[in-house]
């Protein structure tokens, strides 16, 4: 913005690409309670992410026909926008600590000793530590990761921290559940279908089941005898049964859905949508795999990457090599 190259539009909805034939040539926009049409010179970039880009491309016509049609939406372009969508789920076991907490730590000296030094606890993120590991023999690599909070997490993080404790659970980190994000209406301000299909495989449930049984060794190992007042969330036993019923009642997602706009079927290796001119997909919904880790830093990449191949600056794929195998 201090460069003058860029205009932040605040009150403002995008409601549907426009198009002039195959061409992408601006979007359409709800601002201050009427539409305006904003004109792109070169293209449009959707960065939506892997919610609300294939939102925009099916209320823009493109997507699977047999969505839209029932909508009374025409399909301008045939692509399978909002599928393969995939996610890490968690779960998170929580203790309660005499020992204390972010939350008991967050104190006016805290915070003083933070403004003055950018140190202490109040530098905290809530996520301490973290660990992968294979829970079975065979696997090529990592398919949980645990991750550890000292403070009390729950209700998928959005709840209201009562208590001093520590919060640490699996994750399934490479799914083979596929989901899907749907229009539900052709109202642009309602929100998408959004179905995860969590667990769906066999493969998926036995690894976070194998995670969910090696978080509650560490639950009771002698280093944490000390620190654990109590339980506070955690499965009644070990049993596959008590670790489904845990599991459908309090597993959430980590925030880190990808692949709705997927690189190979609905992009191509320069995120330009298949098809169409002027249009691009920059997040992470490109992506046609979800990473074993957090997505922050892949979607960073992805958008670095894509702003020099935008620029004109990024060298084009060698020739033989498979789109996104790089």
Not at 69 to 93: A, C, K, W, Y
Not at 140 to 146: G, N, T
């Amino acid at each position: 913005m201090a460069r003058g190259n860029v205009d932040v539009l605040t009150d403002t909805r995008a409601y549907r690409i426009l198009f002039d034939g195959d061409r992408a040539v601006g979007v359409q926009v709800m601002r201050h309670g009427a539409l305006e049409e904003i004109r792109a010179e070169r293209e449009v970039i959707l960065s939506a992410g892997a919610y609300h880009s294939p939102q925009l491309l099916m209320l823009s016509g493109v997507g699977p026909s047999e969505g839209l049609r029932p909508l009374g939406i025409e399909t301008r372009h045939e692509l399978p926008v909002g599928q393969n969508l995939q996610d890490h789920i968690m779960l998170s076991f929580v203790c309660l600590t005499d020992k204390g907490s972010l939350i008991s730590a967050a104190t006016p000296e805290a915070f003083a000793l933070y403004e003055a030094e950018g140190r202490g606890p109040c530098t905290s993120n809530g996520g301490e530590g973290g660990a992968f590991v294979r829970t079975r023999d065979g696997l090529e690599a990592p398919d949980v990761q645990f991750h550890i909070g000292c403070l009390l997490l729950h209700e998928e993080f959005l709840g209201v921290p009562f208590d001093d404790a520590y919060t640490f659970g699996p994750a399934v980190v490479k799914p083979t559940s596929r989901g899907q994000v749907t229009l539900r209406s052709p109202v642009p301000h309602a929100r998408p279908r959004i179905l995860h299909n969590y667990l769906q495989t066999e493969e998926d449930r036995q690894s976070m089941i194998a995670g969910v049984r090696l978080n509650m060794e560490i639950n009771v190992a002698p280093a944490l005898k000390d620190w654990r007042r109590a339980d506070f969330l955690v499965p009644e036993s070990d049993s596959e049964t008590d670790i489904m019923d845990f599991v459908q009642r309090r597993a959430h997602t980590v925030y880190h859905p990808v692949g709705t706009c997927s690189m190979g079927s609905v992009v191509d290796d320069q995120l330009r949508v298949l098809g169409l001119d002027g249009l691009r997909v920059v997040d992470a919904s490109v992506m046609p795999t979800i990473p074993r880790g957090n997505t922050n830093a892949p979607t960073i990449m992805v958008a670095e990457k894509a702003a020099d191949m935008i620029r004109g600056l990024a060298p084009l794929p060698r020739a033989g090599v498979e789109a996104g195998a790089g």
